[in-house]
Structures are given as C-alpha cells and as structure tokens.
C-alpha cells in the first residue's frame, strides 16, 4: 500500500504541496482475531476473498469519512495582543462597480430590476414564467430587447420588455404589467422550457451524473418544476449541458494533450501517448495510452506478474473502445495498471497498445497474460512480450465450444486440474465422444486455458480474464464522457482507489498475512477427516486422501510443495498441507 503515496493530485504541485501527508503513526492497529468476516464461495466450492469495499465497511473506515464530512472546518483564530489601532483595512472594489446577484430557481421580475446578460434575462423570464404558471410568449428578442407576454390567454395583460443599457452588458426590465387574467399552465405541455432552459438546470446534474439518460432528466425536471417538457426538447437540453460541462466533442480531442502535458508534470515518470491520424489533409484522433507513475511503481515492486488485457466499447460519439491492462493485489483485488482508448480491436492497435505498455514496465522476465479470444490481441501480445506465459480466457472459449459441441462436461474439470494425468483423464473421455473436439480447439483455441500448464512461478491460477472484465464493471457508467474527460475521471477514480486501499492498509499490522487470505486459509483447515497423515521427516508428511479420489501426495512444508501442485500455483497451503 505504501507505494501509492507517490500519487499527485491534478492541479497540485510538487514543488509546494498543498496538503501535507497524514501522519499515519497515531492510527490504530487493528485486532483481526476479533474480527468477523462472512463466508462466500465461488464457483469451484473455494471461499471468495472480501471485497475491498466490505473490509472498508468492517473497518469502520467508511463510518470516520462521514464523521469527516460533517465536521465543521475549524475557523481561523488570530493570536496575539492588543491590535487597537493597528487594522487597517484595504478594499479590493472597483468603484461604482455594478455586482449583480439574484436566485436563478426564484428570479423577481420587477420593474428596473437588473440583469447581468441578455442570456441570463432569457433564462430568468422563462424561469418566472414556470413559476407563476403561464406560458411565456416571445414577441421580439434581438441583443438589445426582449418583449415577452403571456400567451395562456389572448386577453391576459401580462407584458415585460427588458433593454440593454448603456454599459452594453447588464439588461434592465423597462416595462412590466404584472396582471393575469388567465388559467394556470402547471403540467400543461408548453414551449416555455426551452432547449436553453433545460440546460441551465441540467449543468449541475450532469455534472454530478454524467451518465444521467434523457429519459430520467426529463422526469426529474418536471416533477421538480411542475411542467410537462418534450423528449426532444431534454434530449438537446441534456447535450447542450454536457458540452458547458466538458466542453465540446471536438475539443475534447484537443484538450487531451494538455491533460498530458499535465499529468507529465504533477507525476514525472507517467507513460501518456497520443496519436493522430492525417486523412485527407483532416486529422483525426487514433488512439491514447496512459500508465500512471504509481500505477507503475506499485506494479513493479509489489505485486504478481499477472496482467489481463481486454476492452470495451464506448458509449459516447467516438465510437472506439476503452483499452485496459489489469493486474492482481495481494488481497486479490484487481489492480488498474495502464488505460487507452483505441479506433477498433485491430491488431495494429493493440500491438501498439503493448509497446507502449511495454514502455511502463520493460520486459519483465516472469509474466502472463490473459486475453479474450480476440485474435488481434492475441497476436501483438505474441510479437510484443514474446516469452510471456500467454493464457486464454477459459469463460470465453466455451461460449465458442457450446456453439459446436454439446453434453461435454468435463471441460470445466479438465480446465481446473493443476495436475497433467488428470487434465489428460478428462480430455481423453471427451476425445473419445468426438475427434472434432481436438481439432478444434488446436486450430481455433491453442493458448493455455488449463491449470496443468500454467506457469507455477506466477502464483495466479486464474483460469478466466475476470479481472479485466471488473474492471470495465467498474468504468461501466463513464464510458460515454468526451475523451479528455473519461481519462480524466479514471486518474480520479484511480486516485480514490488507491487512498481507500491506503487507509485499509494503515491498519494492518507488517509481517502478518492478510486478513482476507486467513479467512480463507482457516476455512481450509475445516472438513479434512478423509485425509491421513503417515509422517515422514519434521517438514514433509505422506497425505492419504480416503474419500472417492483415493489418491497420495506428499507435502513438504519447509518447500512448501504438495504433489498436487495446487500450492506451488497460488502460494497458498492446499487442503493436503493441513493435516501435516
């Protein structure tokens, strides 16, 4: 956890800081004897490892950063003696400066009442306009007046004229004949919620929820408001705010460089490309990497050489795909290591994905990669890191292989035996109901999907590239931000990962195994009365396992090896160990 503390913040600096680290000596430890952790399994029987966001809650953590939250800011005291005589104050104010405020929910429309722009005084009409209940009539508005009437009624009176004053800024109400003689137009389809209207008031929810649908801010405003407003009329309102929220589409692509000339300066040693396609003499953008420093750093010196590579596609009007690059923590959380946005799942894109992966962190000699079946990918893996230990992803293979075949059960077995005789065992029987089977799967499918092959040293037995698919889980509902944003937003979310994961770890106590891990291992110690122990030397035993698989190994603590192999490809004793 401690390798995240190198993370900057946008908009900080490394030379003065802003924030000074915490102190973190005074923080408690943790007494994980007394700690209760519940339970689950997964899929193959195994107790699941708990989520980072249940240790948070058990911890208390997430309780102390809503206490945080609702505590007052301590105010600022002045210390010293007598200051009679010695203040003097100094005024910043521009004389015979016009400052204009007023509640943009509940604007007054009086006469002589001020506004700052012809914009806003359009804005403020419409809004009294929804307030009162009638519906607002244009009948002229240019930079320089605005007639406006109520048309619930062709006999109601109610007229206003706004002009532009002699500052050529602020609007002034001239004319205003505050009388009604019609019907309320609460919940009545109006054309008073304009386009810009619905804007005004979506900029703050869309910048809350950027991923807030039409649909559900039309709602929203009109139960809020009490007016009936058209789809087309949100939808356009809804684009309008996004785009004075993160700017323009087209911007978007350009403000990228400047995010990396950026994120280079608050956190040297960060691996940010981009790339731009010429066409026709228009450029285009192509495509964007992005591994942060600590990212690196933490990958580096800490953590299993494990990565799973996949994408998914965006949602906004770039149509290309959010690139990932994921590896494993020790509490088996998944770890965001580099990100990129791609044209399309070509092979050129991904080989140029990897390079600049490779450009992070070098060419290590230990290392695998998990892929979906994805052709492309799997080829610039192959040319880019060519000694890698190159894993398929199991889950997508047998979406193909149900396609084809039919009543083969055994594969799942098959793919989770670390031993190579049972591998064998269950392939055989498969084999023999169908020839195709072999064919098949070493002409469509012959990367390493099953355990038996895996490389030990790697201590991740993950059959499937689950990791990779949490994480585009976990980016689920950004996915369709212009492009400055979206890299924007992951660095943020990053950020807030790694301070969650940080205060996790301040209440652990060194040199103890993770908690997460000894629920697990303790779960392992239950059930074992069909396995006999006949001794052998102080460290190594003979395990007699009794129930329908009659089978022997032999474990040797002190190697921390079991014939099973299961504990040489997790790192974690198998149920064999126990007993011994």
Same mark, same amino acid.
């Given at each position: ?10 908009g ?6 802003l924030?000074?680290?915490?102190d973190?000596?005074? %923080? ?6 007394? /700690?209760?952790?519940?339970e ?15 240790? $948070?809650d058990?911890?208390g ?8 939250m609702?505590v007052?800011?301590?105010r600022?005291?002045?210390r ?5 005589g010695?203040?003097?104050?100094v ?6 400066e #016009?400052v204009?405020?007023?509640d ?8 002589g009442?001020?506004y700052p722009?012809m914009d ?7 809004q009294?306009a ?5 519906e607002?009539?244009?009948e002229?508005s240019?930079?320089?007046? @605005?007639? =406006?009437?109520?048309k ?5 009176p109610?007229?206003? #004229?706004?002009?532009l004053? =002699? ?8 004319? !205003?004949?505050d ?9 009545v ?19 809350n ?5 039409? &649909?559900?801010?039309?709602?929203k405003?009109?139960d809020e408001?009490s007016?009936?407003?058209?789809y ?9 705010? !996004? ?14 460089y ?9 956190s040297?040693?960060?691996v940010v ?15 964007f990497?992005?591994a ?5 750093? +933490? ?6 050489? $494990?990565? +799973?590579i996949?994408?998914t ?6 149509n290309g ?6 590896a494993?923590?020790g509490?088996n ?8 946005? %791609? ?6 894109n991904?080989?140029?994905f ?8 070098g060419?290590p ?8 079946a ?5 080829n610039?893996? &192959?040319?880019?890191?060519p000694?890698?230990d ?5 889950f ?7 396609k084809? @075949?039919? =009543?083969?059960g055994?594969?799942?077995p ?7 005789? #049972? @591998? ?6 498969i084999?023999?109901?169908s ?18 092959? @895996?490389?030990?040293?790697? *201590? ?9 698919? #949490?994480f585009?889980?976990? /980016?689920?509902? %950004?996915k369709d931000l ?12 990053i950020?807030?990962?790694w ?9 652990l106590a060194?040199?103890?195994i993770?908690p ?5 291992? *303790? ?25 329908n ?6 474990? *040797? ?8 192999l299961?504990w040489q ?7 064999m160990?126990?007993?011994?």
């Amino acid at each position: 956890m401690s390798r995240h503390d190198s993370e900057v913040t946008m908009g900080s600096s490394t030379d003065t800081p802003l924030l000074l680290a915490e102190d973190s000596s005074h %923080i408690p430890l943790v007494d994980w004897d007394n /700690i209760q952790i519940v339970e689950a399994h997964d899929e193959e029987g195994r107790i699941e490892v708990i989520s980072e966001d249940q240790l $948070y809650d058990i911890l208390g953590l997430r309780s102390e950063d809503e206490i945080t939250m609702m505590v007052e800011p301590p105010r600022m005291v002045e210390r010293g003696g007598d200051t009679e005589g010695a203040a003097i104050p100094v005024s910043d104010a521009i004389p015979d400066e #016009v400052v204009i405020t007023y509640d943009k929910d509940h604007p007054k429309m009086d006469l002589g009442t001020m506004y700052p722009t012809m914009d806003e005084f359009r804005l403020a009409v419409r809004q009294f306009a929804i307030n009162e209940e009638f519906e607002l009539g244009i009948e002229k508005s240019d930079k320089e007046r @605005f007639r =406006g009437f109520c048309k619930s009624s062709e006999d109601c009176p109610w007229r206003i #004229v706004g002009r532009l004053q =002699g500052d050529e800024k602020t609007i002034k109400v001239t004319l !205003l004949v505050d009388r009604h003689d019609c019907i309320s137009s609460s919940r009545v389809k109006t054309v008073t919620p304009s386009q810009k209207w619905v804007a005004s008031k979506a900029v703050s929810i869309v910048r809350n929820d950027p991923n807030i649908g039409a &649909k559900k801010l039309q709602k929203k405003l009109e139960d809020e408001y009490s007016v009936t407003i058209s789809y087309d009329t949100v939808w356009w309102g809804r684009e309008k705010a !996004l785009a004075v929220v993160y700017g323009k589409w087209e911007d978007s692509f350009e403000m990228l460089y400047r995010w990396k000339a950026e994120v280079l300066k608050r956190s040297p040693g960060s691996v940010v490309e981009i790339e731009f396609l010429e066409i026709d003499g228009n450029v285009y953008f192509h495509r964007f990497f992005c591994a942060l420093k600590p990212c690196i750093d +933490g990958y580096l010196e800490g953590y299993r050489t $494990y990565l +799973g590579i996949d994408s998914t596609a965006l949602n906004g009007r770039w149509n290309g795909h959010l690139a990932s690059a994921t590896a494993v923590d020790g509490h088996n959380w998944m770890y965001p290591l580099a990100y990129g946005f %791609i044209a399309s799942e070509m092979e050129d894109n991904w080989t140029w994905f990897m390079n600049q992966l490779k450009k992070a962190i070098g060419d290590p000699p230990l290392l695998a990669v998990c892929t979906d079946a994805c052709k492309g990918l799997e080829n610039a893996v &192959k040319n880019v890191f060519p000694n890698v230990d190159q894993r398929e992803c199991f889950f997508h293979l047998m979406k193909n292989f149900v396609k084809r @075949f039919q =009543g083969f059960g055994k594969m799942y077995p098959a793919a989770r035996a670390y031993r190579e005789e #049972v @591998f064998t065992e269950h392939m055989t029987s498969i084999f023999k109901e169908s020839n195709a089977v072999w064919d098949w799967l070493r002409q469509y499918h012959n990367l390493k999907w099953m355990r038996c092959v @895996f490389n030990p040293e790697i *201590k991740c037995d993950y059959i499937t590239n689950n990791v990779a698919e #949490v994480f585009n889980n976990w /980016i689920r509902d %950004i996915k369709d931000l212009p492009v400055a944003e979206l890299a924007d937003k992951v660095r943020e979310m990053i950020m807030g990962l790694w301070r969650k994961r940080r205060k996790i770890g301040e209440r652990l106590a060194a040199g103890r195994i993770l908690p997460g891990i000894m629920v697990q291992l *303790k779960a392992n110690t239950r059930g074992l009365g069909h396995l006999k122990v006949v001794e052998s030397a102080n460290w190594s035993a003979e395990i007699w396992d009794n129930s329908n698989n009659c089978e022997r190994h032999i474990v *040797k603590l002190n190697q921390k090896t079991c014939t099973c192999l299961e504990w040489q490809h997790t790192g974690k004793p198998c149920n064999m160990s126990w007993p011994s």
